[in-house]
């Protein structure tokens, strides 16, 4: 499919670039970065509304955000018919023990630790294809 995108949910804009060049090093996908909770939950809204979902490869998503928490963005994301589907691996710092099981509870691909790899990405992105 062309023009794929994959939305990156990171509030630090150091962690956003370093994620950014991974992602270019390992595929040719557009990024789309939020910087909160609240700008991903509009944008990915405004995307299911235009049709544009369709073509999300993946979500990365960090959930210690402002306005709105990674998990509260993962869950809408879970309850919305038209995004309940998206592919979504957490990139994160935190090793919260509960935060990562309701994330899996959640049906997440994989719950990465910052900084991310480029294998860990190729991975992720392999097991999301299908999706």
């Known amino acids: 499919m062309k023009d794929r995108f994959i939305v ?12 950014t060049r991974v992602i270019g090093k390992v595929c040719s996908d557009k990024v789309i970065v939020a910087r909160d909770g609240e700008e991903a939950s509009d944008l990915l809204l405004k995307m299911a509304r235009d049709g544009a979902h ?9 959930l210690k955000l402002p306005k709105m928490s990674g998990i509260e963005v993962l869950q809408q994301i879970r309850d919305d018919k038209a ?5 979504v691996a957490i990139l994160t710092s935190s090793d919260n023990d509960l935060d ?4 899996r509870e959640l049906g ?8 991310m790899t480029a294998d860990r990405l190729q991975r992720v992105l392999g097991a999301g294809k299908d999706v």
């Open 54 to 62: 369709a073509k999300i490869r993946l979500v990365l998503l960090d």
């Open 100 to 103: 990562q099981e309701r994330c």
């Open 83 to 87: 995004l309940c589907n998206l592919p």
């Open 108 to 115: 997440i691909l994989d719950y990465m630790y910052k900084p």
């Open 8 to 19: 990156l949910v990171e509030d630090n804009a150091d962690d956003a670039y370093l994620a």
